[in-house]
């Protein structure tokens, strides 16, 4: 099943990227996105780009047919690889959201790419659940809970921003 989010925001390319790689910045997020508990590891690299990994453990808040499969708790790891600043000023990241113990991912990207005075991010990816006959039922459920996830990392990224302004 297809996910995809956009954010347009007056914050640049440059300071967006800046945000996602604070690890306080990413800590905050799963807070708000009411994580039981968290890791993050922000490892910059030297072209200019960065590996994020964001491990966080979540309540299972889906329909109960689901929550039989998953238990009460999703272990969740993301993974994003973000390359260094093209010519435009963009940056695009490889994404990856796995559930622990689960057969349920994303694989996608992630473009930030410079709009007017501002900038604009999509994240777009494909997530499947491989379970046969059930698999495409939970799929809408992974769907909604990444992208959920994706609004909180990108609130709390501008307003991290707007705050050092």
Known sequence: MKLSETTSSDATVEETFE????QSVREDACKLSGALSWD?????ASDGG????????????VP???KKFLGDTIEVRQVEEWSPADSSGGRTARVKVTIKGQPASMVGSAVLQPS???????????VKVDVPFIGKKFEPEIVRVIAKAIRIEQQTALEWIHSRR
Do not use: L, W, Y
């Open 64 to 66: 109960d047919f689901a």
């Open 40 to 44: 993050v590891t922000v490892e910059p």
């Open 116 to 126: 007017g005075s501002g900038s604009v991010e999509t994240v777009e990816g494909d």
């Open 50 to 61: 960065a590996r994020i990994q964001v491990d966080r453990t979540m309540p299972a808040e």
């Open 19 to 22: 945000a996602h790689c604070q």
